[in-house]
Each structure stands twice: as C-alpha cells, then as structure tokens.
T-cell receptor
Framework: DAKTTQPPSMDCAEGRAANLPCNHS???????VYWYRQIHSQGPQYIIH???NNETNEMASLIITEDRKSSTLILPHATLRDTAVYYC??????FGKGTRLHILP | NAGVTQTPKFQVLKTGQSMTLQCAQD?????MYWYRQDPGMGLRLIYY???????DKGEVPNGYNVSRLNKREFSLRLESAAPSQTSVYFC??????????????FGPGTRLTVL
C-alpha cells in the first residue's frame, strides 16, 4: 500500500500562504492524493484531492509533481482557524501522523 | 442530512466491562469504517465493512468485534475492555471501498476511557 511522508510540524504567519509538503514516492498510477485536516479532536475533514492535475477549491490548492511522487497543499491566506493537523493520504484507510500546522498571529 | 453520527460521545468503563459504540450514516454509503486515535497519533483502522453484509479486519482488530446491522449502521463492540483501549474512536463512511476516487466522511468521535 502506498504511504506518505510529511513533516511533523510547521509554522505559518497569519495571512501568509501555508505550503504543506507530502512525499508519496510509491503511489500507483490510479491512486488519488487526498488531503484531510483534523481540528482539535474533531473527526477529520476532507479538503481536496487530485490525480495528476493541479486542483483548486474554495479551501485550498493542490499541486502534484509531474512524476506524482510528491504534492503540496496550499492554503492561500492562512487564518488562526486553519490551525490543525493535516493528513496527506493515498490509500484511504492508511493515515500517518500528519503535519501539525501552527498559524502564528 | 446529519452525515455520520456516533453514540455515545463520551464513555468511562472499568476494566472487563463491555460496551457497544454505535455509528449511523444517512448518505446511502456502501462502505463504513472504525478507526481509533491515540494521543499524538494518526488514525488506525480497526475494522471496515466494504458493503452491507461484509466485515473485515483492519490494522488493529484485537479486542473488538463489529456488526454491519444494515446499510446505515455499523457498530463496534468491546467485549472485555482494557486500559489499552482508552482512545478516541471515529466512524467513517464512503460511497465505495478503495475505488479510484473515494472520499470518507467522519463522525464526531467517541472518547472512551477504560479505568
């Protein structure tokens, strides 16, 4: 099963873009990249997903490298409410520890 | 639509007691999942039901049993609770199981403490 590697934590200043990296070097050709986030101890919340092309929705943008071995989630204007743990996953039942994002006022 | 609901929200048990965690979804999803999350850790899959009438073990099934009661409901049972089962339990559902595109929807969680 494809797995992912993320930095354990990151800081970002409020109002700036938060760029969260993820490595998924063993991803197979038909596997999507998904991003979820978990605020406090709530259930994880879906953010965005992609296969090959870059994607954008009202919450974030997802940039996937051409070889699909890594991706970056971009929160364009981070707010304090974006403080959460962000999970990058490619096999939907395998969650790692994610990246704890701290938004600094 | 309520999405995925879980009951109870909180529970304290003594070692050896049994209990059932309930989960229901109103999105007509075929697949349902139970995860546990220990402090500072990611989610680990306990059991899943790819479709009504089927259940399978996940990464950490020992000490648990499940029942897919119908398409809407998927329960998790602890027959003899142990302190190591103190955790937050999340139920999730998805339209299909491990298909190419398959978003999971999560419930609010049940916080279980075993003394």
């Amino acid at each position: 099963d494809a797995k992912t590697t993320q930095p354990p934590s990151m800081d970002c200043a409020e109002g700036r873009a938060a760029n969260l990296p993820c490595n998924h070097s063993t991803i197979s050709g038909n596997e999507y990249v998904y991003w979820y986030r978990q605020i406090h101890s709530q259930g994880p919340q879906y953010i965005i997903h992609g296969l090959k092309n870059n994607e954008t929705n009202e919450m974030a943008s997802l940039i996937i490298t051409e070889d699909r071995k890594s991706s970056t989630l971009i929160l364009p204007h981070a707010t304090l409410r974006d403080t959460a743990v962000y999970y990058c996953i490619v096999t939907l039942i395998i969650f790692g520890k994610g990246t704890r994002l701290h938004i600094l006022p | 639509n309520a999405g995925v609901t879980q009951t109870p929200k909180f529970q304290v048990l003594k070692t050896g007691q049994s209990m059932t965690l309930q989960c229901a979804q109103d999105m007509n999803h075929n697949s349902m999942y139970w995860y546990r999350q220990d402090p500072g850790m990611g989610l680990r899959l306990i059991y899943y039901s790819a479709s009504e009438g089927t259940t399978d073990k996940g990464e950490v099934p020992n000490g648990y049993n499940v029942s897919r009661l119908n398409k809407r409901e998927f329960s998790l049972r602890l027959e003899s609770a142990a302190p190591s089962q103190t955790s937050v339990y999340f139920c999730a559902s998805s339209e299909k199981f491990l298909s190419d595109y398959n978003e999971q929807f999560f419930g609010p969680g049940t916080r279980l403490t075993v003394l």
